[in-house]
T-cell receptor, first 112, second 115 residues
Framework: QKEVEQNSGPLSVPEGAIASLNCTYS??????FFWYRQYSGKSPELIMS????GDKEDGRFTAQLNKASQYVSLLIRDSQPSDSATYLC????????????FGGGTRLMVKP | GAGVSQSPRYKVAKRGQDVALRCDPI?????LFWYQQALGQGPEFLTY????????KSGLPSDRFFAERPEGSVSTLKIQRTQQEDSAVYLC?????????????FGQGTRLTVV
């Protein structure tokens, strides 16, 4: 079992819809969770971080964390074609400083 | 500098050749990470420096891989006797502290192709 699991997609949504991206992790004591966006051929860029159970909203993005279920999600409201990218879930294992363990990424396609 | 800078951006190496990849982190950043990203996969951790100390090298796939950060700023990832399975994008990231919850900024990566 991989430490961080994501559905590889592609997830296809129409413009204006809500895109829902999911991630599960295996290390129960993980404390920090991140969503990175990576455009093709580019480097990952951080879009959201979340550290406690519940929801965290930033503009069109909402991150949701459920530590009991070891589950993190990212919702993108009013999806735009420019949101089309690969979204990487990353987890900071508690016992390994501040290195990140990444999932394989979910490719999102927003169709006009 | 304004961001994490990596060079070269692209490197083609013949199998068996040694390569050196450079990372120039954001000035003053304490933590530096190297990741390997194969096509269609997420980044995989290779090694971590806190200033000049290499605190974790558990992700280095073999003893052909070596990383250093001698003065706590620029880092070099060296791969000896390259093999085809080494072909990947090598990403460097830095963060301002050694604490968890600190954002890591990524460079553009070096795409290594071993032929």
């Amino acid at each position: 079992q991989k430490e961080v699991e994501q559905n590889s997609g592609p997830l296809s949504v129409p413009e204006g819809a809500i895109a829902s991206l999911n991630c599960t992790y295996s290390d129960r004591v993980s404390q920090s969770f991140f969503w990175y966006r990576q455009y093709s051929g580019k480097s990952p860029e951080l879009i959201m971080s979340i550290y406690s159970n519940g929801d965290k909203e930033d503009g069109r993005f909402t991150a949701q964390l459920n530590k009991a279920s070891q589950y993190v999600s990212l919702l993108i409201r009013d999806s735009q074609p420019s949101d089309s990218a690969t979204y990487l879930c990353a987890v900071n294992p508690f016992t390994r400083g501040n290195m990140l363990t990444f999932g394989g990424g979910t490719r999102l396609m927003v169709k006009p | 500098g304004a961001g994490v800078s990596q060079s070269p951006r692209y490197k083609v190496a013949k199998r068996g050749q040694d390569v050196a990849l450079r990372c120039d982190p954001i000035s003053g950043h304490v933590s530096l990470f190297w990741y390997q990203q194969a096509l269609g996969q997420g980044p995989e951790f290779l090694t971590y420096f806190q200033n000049e100390a290499q605190l974790d090298k558990s992700g280095l796939p073999s003893d052909r891989f070596f990383a250093e950060r001698p003065e706590g700023s620029v880092s070099t990832l060296k791969i000896q006797r390259t093999q085809q399975e080494d072909s990947a994008v090598y990403l460097c990231a830095s963060s301002s502290t050694a604490f968890m919850n600190t954002e890591a900024f990524f460079g553009q990566g070096t795409r290594l192709t071993v032929v």
